[in-house]
């Protein structure tokens, strides 16, 4: 473009200065890099008005975290393993957009914002060179998931939505704890979270609440828009001095009775509540030009 | 013997009132069944003075409590899993006596005494029937670590041993947290026992100590005899008042600094060490009578 058009600034020939900042703790298993890398590549393309679609963008998103791919799409978004040895062809593709199943939510329990002690990309290096276990689940669980999971998605099928993200969970950090030495992102109080979606389940009758954990101890617990005085409930009335609870949702009564190691765990191990759902990619927000100080300044 | 000896009391007419005592937590993960199964075959063999040998024993003894089998057996014991569907040639067998090794040591840390949610056995039926990862564990992970296990200590190499226990522990735990439900026998305290492991061993440079959890929280840590200084010394300072320590070893200076948050989880979680090591099978020790009033009284 600069060579087609010599009254473009010469943007090809200017450093970058980058400024990040985010709104979720950093290193604690809350996909803080994933957002930070798929945001960073997405203003760069924006900057050099680059023409790629999401899809080759996800490809350069992954080299600086694995699951930034799979941010740079809104909606369900499945991260393809790809077949070339070189992971070149391992990128992301939308599944279903926001609006197939708009009524998708997500609770989040943060029960650490101490950083890791390992990164993400380190733990899983370590896991494939000593996991014995995690083969299997490569060759075998990630396919007949992935498969069971665009299934559900495609027939807004909550349940098996759910068993399949619990399940799949729960192989993912089986597979982190069969590395040697062992990798422990989970804690006490991930396990409480864990026994209270049981608890959840068991007074609804039915699959109405699914937990998952990253690569941390924070429960992200998924329900539909519906079922929420029963699964935001739950914890609402339990963790009251805790922030991030929408407005009204203090006051909902689920009626579900938690053991009491596992009420203790949680009051005591969550600091802070995410409450959110399924949106949109990155989205171009505010402008920011660099002052004569050389610090951004909003536009 | 009775038809070839009227004289000898018809005792296969009689009822058996069995009484069972043990000194350990029952239901906690520390194999009480299995040591409890093993005294009840062996004592029944030895009162109608049964010719079958340990092999023969330990089938029966697996059908009260499979790990019951290893126990009729002292010195280092394999549980051969057999080949035969119904699990009949699933039995026992020794692989060296306690004095091929006799310098081995065993500090159990004693994490709970609270009973377990799940039995060893269902929640085992559990894993088999809904784990992925576990037929992969069963075909491939645990013939490896057998094979591997006879070898280390057919040559009594620590190391080797230590290595094998402690990637089999985590491989048998990654089973059971794969399993759905999911289930969780170590916690936070089990998993701070691993770190002052990997510390104690990073002090020395070499591989000194080695931890493993069966169906509970609590740790078993084996070292041998040479290393009780370093092993012990981590251990006994920082849990000065809990019981169970033999003499001389609280006043032990490993050196070894944990971690504060993996100290301050071992000195409010650990309520009890055991000391021992590894010894023989079942020993008749005191013999009862049954008193006048029924209740059994010491010969």
């Given at each position: 473009m600069e060579s087609a058009d010599p009254s473009l600034p010469k943007l090809s020939t200017m450093t970058l200065r980058l400024v990040s900042e985010n709104n979720f703790p950093t290193a604690a298993g809350l996909a803080s890099s994933a957002a930070?890398?798929?945001?960073?590549?997405?203003?760069?393309a924006n900057l050099y008005e680059l023409k790629d679609s999401p899809a080759e963008l996800s490809l350069v998103a992954r080299q600086g975290s694995g699951s930034a791919c799979r941010s740079l799409f809104g909606g369900?978004?499945?991260?393809?393993?790809?077949?070339?040895?070189?992971?070149?062809?391992?990128?992301?593709?939308?599944?279903?957009?926001?609006?197939?199943?708009?009524?998708?939510?997500?609770?989040?329990?943060?029960?650490?914002?101490?950083?890791?002690?390992v990164s993400s990309t380190s733990g899983m290096q370590q896991?494939?060179?000593?996991?014995?276990?995690?083969?299997?689940?490569v060759a075998d669980t990630v396919p007949k998931h992935m498969a069971q999971m665009e299934e559900a998605i495609k027939n807004k099928d909550f349940a098996k939505f759910a068993e399949v993200t619990m399940r799949d969970s729960n192989s993912f950090h089986s597979t982190?704890?069969?590395t040697f030495p062992p990798i422990f992102y989970m804690n006490d109080v991930s396990r409480a979270a864990?026994?209270?979606?049981?608890?959840?389940?068991?007074?609804?009758?039915?699959?109405?609440?699914?937990?998952?954990?990253?690569?941390?101890?924070?429960?992200?617990?998924?329900?539909?828009e519906e079922n929420t005085e029963a699964v935001v409930g739950t914890f609402s009335g339990l963790l009251e001095g805790v922030t991030g609870w929408k407005d009204g949702v203090q006051g909902l009564k689920s009626g579900v009775v938690l053991d009491e190691a596992v009420a203790g765990l949680l009051k005591t191990g969550v600091s802070r509540v995410i409450m959110t759902g399924?949106?949109?990619?990155?989205t171009k927000t505010e402008e920011?030009?660099?002052?004569?100080d050389g610090e951004p300044v909003k536009r």
């Open positions: 930070g890398f798929a945001a960073l590549v997405q203003a760069i369900y978004v499945a991260w393809r393993m790809g077949s070339r040895a070189d992971g070149s062809d391992s990128m992301a593709e939308q599944v279903a957009t926001a609006s197939h199943w708009p009524d998708m939510r997500a609770l989040i329990l943060v029960a650490s914002v101490v950083k890791k002690g896991t494939v060179a000593t996991s014995g276990l995690f083969a299997h689940r982190c704890a069969d864990i026994r209270a979606v049981e608890a959840i389940n068991a007074k609804a009758g039915k699959t109405i609440a699914a937990y998952t954990f990253d690569a941390g101890p924070n429960a992200v617990i998924y329900y539909l399924v949106g949109e990619g990155p920011y030009l660099v002052g004569e």
